[in-house]
């Protein structure tokens, strides 16, 4: 933790389990999975759509930028419903709502009704992360954690990984799409209710103020509000950005899905470094570097499709890992209905990168060309950087 972070709660160590409990793992990863393929299918291929309706790349932003919105909002609640009905029944009734409005943006004519689709898509998607963390979280043995989070993270970034390929694969035309991502996140359910008997119990938290837990790790926070914004302003508006440097829509897609293939490679190797290093601060710093250094490359590289693949493959598995270590040390630090709150606080910093990010991107293309995509992303990166060059010279020594 860093050094002038406020006093964490006195941890009620209930929740921990000495073995994993592998139902509720396969549940929770079944559960991010269908969040990784619905935000890696949903979002470039919503984007195209409008591309091609004529709206504006402020105006795409904007509608992506409700993802933020509805993710901000339901974070701090999910918490709250879970543990008056249950994650399980909860986590159910959000991957029925997720599906159906998928499915309704195909019907959905007028850009207006696309803004409560997106509130109510993300608004489920945000409640299935927090349980599905929360419950992950439970289901590892401190001495695991990094690595039962590097399979968690693994599989969400497979999901991330196959939206875009499924993209490439269906294209943007017709009914086809939003069925097929209609019918992964609904198939999630089944392994959540076979896993009922694992529904893990909240309990009663400290009773701090939502916003306090958001302070509680700021380093860890604000390497997630980066990669929220990173991950859901490139999803939406990196297909664009390739079309206009001169790729087809199946070759942009193609590079999403180089970026979801580092993800995957990267995140298991990075659970277990972070296991085994006393100060994360110092790797998430790296993270954010790499992703600097790869943003300010993207418009030198991005005529060229094999190398800028081979530059996406490691610069996508490093700026995953801002999420991994973030998460594993929530896990450490926190258990029960503090380590649910953490993990809806945790979200709601991911959220507010959502909304941030793609609105940002956005502006940046309209206002200062195709390129302003690399700049933005190397300034949520740079800031970054700073923050955490600034608080380790201030606290050099964990606590």
């Not at 490439?168 to 359910?189: C, E, R, Y």
């Not at 085994?276 to 991005?302: C, E, Q, Y």
């Not at 991911?350 to 700049?375: E, K, S």
């Amino acid at each position: 933790m860093d050094h002038s972070s406020p006093e964490l709660p006195t941890p009620d160590l209930t929740g921990i389990r000495e073995n994993i409990h592998w139902p509720a793992l396969i549940a929770a990863v079944a559960s991010i999975t269908a969040v990784g393929i619905a935000i890696g299918l949903g979002l470039p291929l919503l984007s195209v759509i409008l591309e091609k309706r004529g709206v504006s790349s402020s105006m795409i932003g904007l509608n992506s930028a409700m993802a933020g919105v509805a993710a901000m909002a339901a974070a701090p609640v999910t918490t709250w419903i879970a543990r008056r009905v249950g994650v399980v029944n909860t986590m159910v009734a959000a991957i029925v709502a997720a599906a159906a409005s998928a499915l309704g943006f195909f019907y959905a004519e007028a850009l207006w009704m696309w803004f409560p689709l997106r509130i109510v898509f993300h608004g489920a998607i945000t409640v299935l992360f927090v349980l599905s963390e929360f419950w992950i979280n439970t289901a590892a043995p401190p001495s695991r954690r990094g690595l039962v989070l590097g399979i968690y993270a693994t599989v969400l970034s497979l999901g991330f990984a196959a939206g875009p390929l499924i993209f490439s694969v269906l294209g943007s035309d017709g009914i086809l799409p939003f069925a097929v991502g209609a019918a992964i996140i609904l198939s999630a359910a089944i392994p959540v209710l076979l896993a009922r008997k694992e529904d893990p119990v909240i309990g009663v938290s400290t009773n701090l103020p939502f916003l306090r837990y958001v302070f509680l790790v700021p380093t860890a926070t604000a390497a997630v509000f980066v990669f929220g914004a990173v991950e859901s302003g490139g999803l939406s508006l990196f297909p664009i950005y390739a079309n206009r440097t001169g790729f087809t829509e199946a070759q942009g897609a193609l590079l999403l899905t180089m970026i979801g293939l580092g993800n995957v490679l990267f995140q298991i190797p990075v659970g277990l470094i972070a296991d085994r290093i006393n100060d994360r601060r110092r790797l998430l710093s790296l993270f954010a570097l790499i992703g600097l250094v790869g943003s300010l490359s993207l418009p030198f590289l991005i005529h060229n499709w094999l190398l800028t693949a081979v530059i996406l493959l490691f610069w996508g598995g490093c700026v995953a890992g801002l999420y991994t270590v973030g998460l594993a040390h929530l896990g450490d630090k926190l258990h029960g209905a503090d380590l649910a709150s953490a993990n809806a606080a945790f979200v709601f910093c991911y959220a507010l990168g959502m909304l941030v990010g793609p609105q940002t991107l956005g502006v940046a293309m309209d206002v200062t060309g195709h390129h302003g995509f690399a700049w933005a992303l190397a300034f949520f990166f740079g800031l970054y950087v700073a923050l955490t060059v600034f608080r380790l010279a201030l606290s050099p020594k964990p606590t």
